[in-house]
């Protein structure tokens, strides 16, 4: 279903809007080029989506409501690079090209709100390559899981996704692979749940709560 089928469904007789009981978030996650976030070339997108129930303070992964592409690019990325993520020199040249790849995405994730470890990453790769190739940047709102895992288990020391994972004992078969990764991080959403359900209502509590996280990061810098 396109976002544009999604909202007037919300609207239709008997439906709800957008931050409704019942609402679609979407999890992210990007493989790039490397790591700066304004000059590196974004290489491949996955995303799974979750059915959030605030009536019932349930969350479920959809894993039938997912998305992966590949985007072409003119010339493949490093050596060490591909060793680290897996996207061959032929798949990244037999990629998507980038214009259908970020509509597609675009299309899938319409204007459910967005989540991503470490999400000012994949916000602004992908922001940038909507730029580019669109001309436009998708209006979501973002959630960092990062901030969401440290506001509601201050008592853990972890910080990188691979410690989060840890703490709470998620595997991960193919970590630094879009779609695997994406997984781990809708695992990292259901474990930190019962503790942010109880503290939440809905999306915008959401974004306060982890608002509370960017503010500390702030005062800390």
């Known amino acids: 279903m396109s976002w544009l089928q999604r909202l ?12 409704a009981r019942v609402s679609r978030w979407v999890v992210v996650d990007v493989e790039t080029s490397g790591l700066d976030m304004h000059r590196d070339r974004l290489l491949a997108m996955a995303a799974i989506g979750l059915r959030v129930d ?34 061959g020199v032929q798949s990244q040249l037999a990629g998507i090209e980038p214009v259908a790849a970020l509509q597609a995405f675009a299309d899938f994730v319409g204007a ?26 998708l209006p979501n709102p973002w959630v960092d899981i990062e901030h969401l895992c440290a506001v509601t288990h ?3 020391q972890a910080r ?12 991960c078969p193919r970590r630094h692979q879009a779609a695997a990764d994406t997984l ?25 709560l982890a608002g509370q996280r960017r503010w500390l990061m702030s005062r800390l810098h």
Do not use: K, Y
């Not at 992966?68 to 050596?79: I, P, T, W």
């Open 8 to 19: 007037r469904a919300a609207f239709a007789p008997g439906g709800q809007p957008p931050d």
């Open 112 to 137: 459910d709100p967005l989540l991503a470890f470490h999400s000012a990453f994949d916000q602004t790769l992908i922001g940038r390559h909507c730029r580019q190739h669109l001309g436009r940047v």
């Open 160 to 171: 990188s996704l691979d410690e989060w994972m840890a703490h709470f004992g998620i595997q």
């Open 54 to 87: 605030w009536t019932e303070r349930r969350i479920d992964v959809q894993l039938a409501d997912s998305f992966e592409v590949v985007l072409r690019q003119d010339q493949a990325s490093s050596r060490d690079n591909i060793l680290l993520h897996g996207i």
């Open 184 to 208: 781990a991080e809708c695992e990292l959403l259901l474990r930190i749940w019962p503790v942010l359900s109880r503290q939440c209502g809905s999306w915008r509590d959401v974004q306060r």
């Open 154 to 156: 201050e008592q853990v």
